[in-house]
């Protein structure tokens, strides 16, 4: 019998199997949520440019302020305006975001003076130095890396990127994922159902969870159980793509064609994992083009996917990945896995924010992930009490 691959060693074996990028393109800033970018990115200035004022209040000389001390007040800076020096024993009215006075050293916050007429104003309670003052530099300096090769950006990244005056980025372009499924029982939605035969569910789930990825993906249709017929679409798929994944066909009956079909045309790097669901997972290379064979029951291919292929994807789409997939979260029940696999079991996220089990486990029950929040790591012969610590895969990071 064929051993089986321990998950992280399966994972591992797929990073370390990308070993180029495609290209770089740059692209307008507004273009480019999602991206990954193919250069450090450097802070072209300051941020902020200027020391400037937190609050709005009262720029003074620290030193200059009791509590119950009257002051006049000699000028008003709005935001974006150019402050003259502070007169000695006065204040500046002064506006979030403006710079203070030359010679001052705090700001006071408006709700701690009293207004008692156009021009003045008593101070309710003394200020330290620097208070309410943001300081230059104090967020990114000049010169500064502070996004490196490999990040996808989110929507602060941009807004990050658009403080310090960034106009465009070099980016990764987009790499191509074609997907099939498979079996001879399959109908497409919209077809007659016959006896025995079911709808296709996992190309339209597989296809989209590709493109939720914001990469390339070519629906390849679905493939009958017939190995000639299977190796002549794997081939021609091969040359158009930059990987492929397949649905089913990959476990251990006659009808199961994938993995001879890939054997035949390249390489059948790996096969069979110890986990559950996801066994049958397979992974290998199709001329330059690389392979993904997801197992046919649909949670299994849906897990396999977020667990093994999406990671992948990344970094074939040029992203460095953070250390884990997973978070820790507090489980609320008892669980012994009993079997000698991994298991990844369905979990809700209960109204105290604990984790509970899902009843229905089955790997056919593609309705666990849509009422689930993620799934939990459980090492074979692992005991769960309620209140311990575990691995959580939050399907909102992986899904
Ligand atoms: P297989 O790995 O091809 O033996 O498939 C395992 C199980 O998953 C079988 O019950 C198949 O009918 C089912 N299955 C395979 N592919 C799909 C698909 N694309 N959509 C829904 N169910 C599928
Ligand atoms: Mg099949």
New binding site residues.
Partial sequence: MQRLIEFDQALKTLLASVDSHVGATKLNLSECLGRIIAEDVTSLIDIPGFDNSQVDGYAARSREVLAGKEFDISQRIPAGSNPTSLEKGTLARIFTGAEPPHGSDCIIMQEDVKVIGDQKVVVLKSVGVGENIRKRASDLKTGEIFFKKGRQLSSADIGLCASVGKVSMQVYKKITVGVF???D??KQPGEKLERGQ??????PMIIDCVKSMGVNCVDFG?LPDRLETTVKALKSASEKVDAIVT?????V?E??HLKDAVKELGELKLWKINMKPGK?FAFGKLGKSAYLGL????VSAWVTFALLCRPFILKLSGKELGNTLFTMARGGFDYENINSRREFLRVTIDSNGNLQLYERQNS?ILSSICFCDGLIEVAPKQIIKAGDSIKFYNFSSIG
């Fill in positions: 499924s498979t079996g029982e399959l079911l709808f296709d569910s996992n190309r679905c649905c089913g066909g990959v476990s009956g009808e199961d049958p197992p046919g029951n649909p056919q």
